[in-house]
């Protein structure tokens, strides 16, 4: 099975958002107004102490103006771990 939180592809996706928010000019308020979410689920989520659902992912992006598709490209080219059972 594939750890899916704090693992590495959850880092990047993290880092990715987290830059491409700052890199738009937008605060973390802003973000969440337009997701009509309270600031602290952005917080929450790129501080990496919230996991990410693919429904979270593309409302997101759309909140910052970018394709999907591009932070998906980003967890591709990261390797993954897998945990032992």
């Known amino acids: 099975m594939v750890r899916a939180f704090g ?5 990047a996706l993290v880092r990715f958002l987290r830059e491409t928010r700052e890199e738009a000019g937008l605060t973390q308020v802003q973000v969440a107004k337009r997701l009509g979410r309270y600031q602290s689920f952005i917080t929450d989520y790129e501080r990496g102490k919230k996991r990410i659902d693919a429904i979270e992912l593309v409302a997101i992006c759309d909140a910052l103006g970018i394709d999907p598709i591009d932070a998906l490209k980003v967890i591709r080219g990261v390797k993954h771990t897998r945990t032992k059972k």
């Open 7 to 11: 693992s590495p592809r959850h880092d």
